[in-house]
């Protein structure tokens, strides 16, 4: 007999209400709860449908619930849930060979957020280089912890928090000069993301990144990409690096890994690796963690997601720089990965296609940030943009 720990009677307003005495109130979160996701659409527990614009921001890439990740992941639960990493699991070596062959790095090293690929980022190039100072961008989000969140932008989430790792240099993104002026023979590593996300989808221009890579080879400091956000397919590549050529020296990657499954990990050059006892984690790698990622890695390269994701990309794209609207001062991104920037705040227009069964995303106070599963339909898209439109 299997208990089953869901009240079915619960409704929002009751659920509403015990979050709001149990739970921290970290988040400003929609009046909705929700039930069930399939593909590209996700339910309430009133029965209502919604197109999915959000994906557990950029995490749901292969759809909700796939029926891959699904059934992986119910027979690996069958075989093996967790064990520590004091023991060799199937499922983590096989990602991990198949992880080295996507990144085009050396070494994985897994971890159970992006928030942690961070903080390994950090560790690993401190103690490779045996130096201490960073540079991160303006407008930079990789994580909350307190290594991660040294390297983030924004005063309102450090402020409170002080201090924080000291030594962390902030420049522009997207500029050049900025970057040679600022890194060093004492800098450590450069931490940037191939597109920022939080920041509002930000997409460098053409040679940015090569010229970072440039100067960090200059001053022997490392090159970690976040890919945290941009990884998976999202831009249309397996990584959004890919679209420039420069390898890094340290990757960072989590959100669509396992499919939704929680999970990290950061991939290195060889010669940049951890080594015995440097780092470490309980959940790292957990076998259940690796069957979902294997299965939703095996989806895209099974459906031609990718292909497909920069075809919908472009279409969705052009469907909405199309709009009749005349507070839209730009439309950008990569693949399924973008950022339609209004003149003013777009919690409006998020609340708007809520009630018209479109889940919509506000980054950055004023970029609509458009990150669907890549198996939302064509026919999906045109009523997402009629939404946004009618908004
Ligand atoms: C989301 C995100 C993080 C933090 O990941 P968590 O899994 O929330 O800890 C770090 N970097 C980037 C670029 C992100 O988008």
Known sequence: MIRDFLDPNLNFEKINQIDSSCVMQTYTRQPIALVRGKGSLVFDIEGRKYIDCVAGIAVNNVGHCHPAVVESIKNQAEQLIHVSNLYYTSPQAMLAEKLVSITGMDRIFFCNSGTEAVEAAMKLARTRTGRQNFVSTYGAFHGRSMGALSLTHKEAYRNPFRPLVENVDFVPYNDIKAVSESVDQDTAAVIIEPIQGEAGVNVPSPGYLQEVRRI??????????????????????WFCRQHSGVLPDIMTMAKAMGGGFPMGAIASREDISFGKGEHASTFGGNPLACAASLAAIGAIEDENMLERCTRLGEYFMSRLKGMSRDDILDVRGAGLMIGVELGADCGDIVSY??????????????????????????????TVVDTIEQA
């Open 216 to 237: 960090c080879d200059e001053n022997d400091a490392l090159l970690i990409f976040d890919e945290v956000q941009t990884g998976f397919g999202r831009t249309g590549t």
């Open 353 to 382: 296609g809520r009630e018209n069964g479109v889940l919509l995303n506000c980054t950055s106070d004023s970029v609509l940030r458009l990150v669907p599963p890549f198996v939302i339909t064509e026919e999906q898209i045109d």
